[in-house]
């Protein structure tokens, strides 16, 4: 069940969005300004944010700058100012969406989903951007690379041939493919450089390169890691 934080002062806007939500099956929480809101953020789980513009204590604005260094949920903003430039300001300062009011609660909840919908491809494709193999977590997308949770520092060939073979699992990579692949050129001759940067890699993230874990040698083949 996916958890929606209504931030607004009026009691009757938040019982309305209260009631359509609680109808499609989500759970909500409610805040009355922005400072309960940060709150709210702070103790409890949020899939989602429909944050007003003009309250109290803290206004919408001043609490999406703070809710954004602790949460990247998506953060739908409403506020009855119509001027392009109100809405440049939400949407610059963290907001996902932008509502004027009044607004349609039917699409609202259209906003809801579509936002929801959308964080949560997000999580799968940063998800799928992970290698995880054994104690070693492999980030493509960001290009980083941790072992029983300490950073390692690769060089970006290193990464690229780590990447390719953490990538295959179980295929073995001839010297000359690596070379091809990584650099980009054709191996038009025999050289040491690709053994230079696996041993540099097994240097790096072997307990033992002499009796390597993660990268193996298949004698007279070539490399691979399983």
């Not at 922005?34 to 604005?61: F, H, Y």
Request: charged letters at 30%; aromatic letters at 6%; a negative charge.
């Amino acid at each position: 069940m996916k958890t929606v934080l209504v931030v607004d002062d009026d009691p009757e806007i938040r019982d309305v969005i209260h009631v359509y939500l609680r109808n499609e099956g989500y759970h909500v929480v409610e805040a009355v300004d922005g400072l309960e809101a940060l709150d709210a953020v702070s103790s409890t789980s949020i899939d989602l944010i429909i944050l007003d513009v003009m309250m109290p204590r803290m206004d919408g604005i001043h609490a999406c700058l703070k809710i954004r260094e602790i949460s990247n949920a998506p953060i739908i903003m409403l506020s009855a100012k119509e001027e392009d430039i109100d809405k440049i300001t939400g949407l610059t300062t963290g907001a996902d969406d932008y509502m004027i009011k009044p607004f349609n609660p039917l699409e609202l909840l259209a906003r809801v989903k579509a936002q929801l919908r959308r964080q949560s491809l997000i999580g799968k494709e940063e998800y799928n951007s992970l290698i995880l193999i054994k104690d070693l977590i492999i980030d493509k997308s960001k290009h980083t690379v941790t072992l029983k949770g300490k950073n390692i520092s690769l060089t970006p060939l290193e990464f690229s041939i780590l990447e390719l073979l953490a990538s295959h699992p179980g295929q073995v990579f001839s010297t000359d493919k690596i070379y091809e692949s990584v650099w980009k050129e054709p191996y038009g001759y025999s050289d040491n450089t690709v053994m230079v940067h696996i041993r540099n890699l097994r240097e790096k993230i072997e307990e033992s390169p002499r009796e390597p874990r993660y990268i193996k040698t298949v004698w007279g083949v070539g490399y691979k890691i399983d």
